[in-house]
């Protein structure tokens, strides 16, 4: 006999994920699920934490592009001041 495969429907975001989970999570604790839809309930589960740790570590490497951007821009800007010391220490020989 073949399985049938749920249809994972993508939520709309992640707040609304975590409020299926978490609604998912309550109904297994109140041992009112139907033992018939336990498996589709966990699967459906399964799927959305995953879904949500996709979504976490996707926002985890732009955070971590953008800090590394702005990494670089402040190199570049002590790069800048280091040459106005400089300037400044060559305007202080004069005198």
Same mark, same amino acid.
């Given at each position: 006999m073949a399985t049938k495969k749920v249809q994972a429907a993508e939520p709309a975001g992640y707040a609304e994920a975590m409020r299926e989970v978490? !609604?998912?999570?309550?109904?297994? $604790? !109140?041992?009112?699920?139907?033992? $018939?839809?336990?498996?589709?309930k966990a699967e459906r589960a399964s799927f959305l934490i995953n879904w949500c740790n996709e979504r976490i570590s996707s926002a985890q490497m732009t955070i971590d592009s953008l800090v590394a951007d702005l990494g670089a821009d402040e190199e570049y800007d002590d790069d800048e001041y280091e040459d106005e010391d400089e300037f400044d220490d060559e305007e202080d020989d004069d005198e």
């Open positions: 978490e !609604s998912i999570l309550s109904e297994l $604790d !109140s041992n009112s699920v139907d033992v $018939d839809v336990l498996a589709t």
